[in-house]
């Protein structure tokens, strides 16, 4: 980001209750000016809570708001045609209650997470994240969204239309609200023949509508949101794939990377004997399972796509530590703040799985400093 950006003097202190986290950030932040957003600092505490912010917080804010804010049940967005994993924006989010001012209010929180350096617990198709660049999409970019249409369009380029499409013309049938109606693609697009000649421009216009169908206004209220944080020149730092492991990290852990970033405290070494159980466990575990334990320890399953390398602490960059603590009773504890995870020295390796299974699973809030 660009020099001056949160840096302050002024701080922006958002106060939530973890029972109402998204209509909580949602009046503290839709209120505040431009400005105030791209300048100040950001800071997050949690009602009944005690625990100063020196950025674990923070991160655990983004995580949670955007498992509700980006999540279908809320219906602002919808998962995409071929998975239960990427989401887009819903065209029913248009019957979501002051719907462009969520989306308004989702553009400032990605704005926000990409400023602060956190990241969201939520994975975007490729056309979304070329949205927030106000970058074309082309027909490619569609395989993720639309299998059968990407499919019915790449037959037309790939094929001449002579004598088999004779009937066609630049208007597609389109469904609002529940009738059947016809859209010109273009203007006096219902006289216009599609031909051999013209299939490109054709193919164009229908990518462009099936990017933008029932979603064109929810789009530009998301942009405006996101462009109120972030001026929309710096945005050109980044291509699409940047721009997605920038705001949601990588998805797949990388082991190797993981341990060769790893620091030890208080005797623990790479060679210790609980060590070597730690790395066998993570070995063992599945990805998901994997993602639950770093979110453990750092307050986020995100990964920064430069690695483990680049993981940030409270005071900037800081690498993942396991620091020995406490007696083989205890479970594992962590602290977010410092990416930390206190692990006793356990009596045998199952008794290490057990524990520290049970610490990812019901460890319940963060540790906090």
């Given at each position: 980001a660009s020099a001056g950006y949160a840096k302050g003097p002024g701080k922006i202190e958002l106060e939530l209750r973890r029972s109402h986290v998204l209509e909580d950030a949602y009046s503290g932040l839709i209120s505040r000016s431009s400005k105030?957003?791209?300048?100040?600092?950001?800071?997050?505490?949690?009602?009944?809570?005690?625990?100063?912010?020196?950025?674990?917080?923070?991160?655990?804010?983004?995580?949670?708001?955007?498992?509700?804010?980006?999540?279908?049940?809320?219906?602002?967005f919808e998962y995409s045609a071929n998975d239960c994993y990427t989401v887009q924006v819903s065209p029913m989010s248009a019957f979501v209650d002051h719907a462009n001012e969520w989306f308004r209010f989702s553009g400032r929180i990605l704005g926000l997470c990409i400023l602060h350096q956190c990241l969201l617990d939520a994975f975007f198709t490729r056309p979304f994240y070329k949205t927030l660049l106000q970058e074309h999409c082309t027909l490619s970019d569609l395989e993720s969204l639309d299998e059968q249409f990407h499919s019915s369009m790449t037959w037309m380029m790939e094929n001449d239309i002579t004598g088999v499409m004779d009937d066609l013309t630049f208007t597609v049938d389109e469904e609002v609200f529940g009738q059947l109606t016809t859209r010109e693609l273009k203007p006096g697009g219902d006289a216009v023949q599609v031909t051999e000649k013209t299939k490109k421009e054709y193919v164009d216009l229908m990518t462009q509508w099936r990017i933008d169908r029932g979603v064109s206004e929810q789009r530009k209220a998301l942009v405006k949101g996101l462009h109120e944080v972030i001026h929309p020149s710096d945005l050109k730092l980044f291509d699409a794939q940047e721009l997605e492991l920038v705001i949601s990290g990588t998805a797949e852990i990388d082991i190797k990377d993981w341990r060769s970033n790893t620091e030890y405290r208080s005797g623990y070494h790479n060679g210790h004997r609980t060590v070597k159980w730690f790395w066998a466990a993570v070995e063992k575990f599945d990805n998901e399972r994997r993602l639950r334990l770093l979110q453990f320890v750092t307050g986020t399953s995100g990964i920064p796509y430069e690695g483990f390398a680049a993981l940030r602490g409270s005071s900037g960059p800081r690498k993942f530590c396991i620091d020995r603590w406490g007696s083989p009773n205890d479970l594992p504890r962590a602290h977010t703040c410092f990416n930390r995870l206190d692990l006793p020295s356990y009596r045998s390796f199952d008794q290490l799985v057990e524990k520290l299974t049970i610490a990812i699973e019901f460890g319940g809030g963060f540790g906090m400093e």
């Open positions: 105030q957003l791209k300048r100040n600092k950001f800071l997050v505490k949690f009602a009944g809570e005690e625990g100063l912010d020196y950025g674990g917080l923070s991160r655990e804010f983004f995580f949670l708001i955007s498992r509700q804010l980006f999540n279908p049940y809320y219906g602002l």
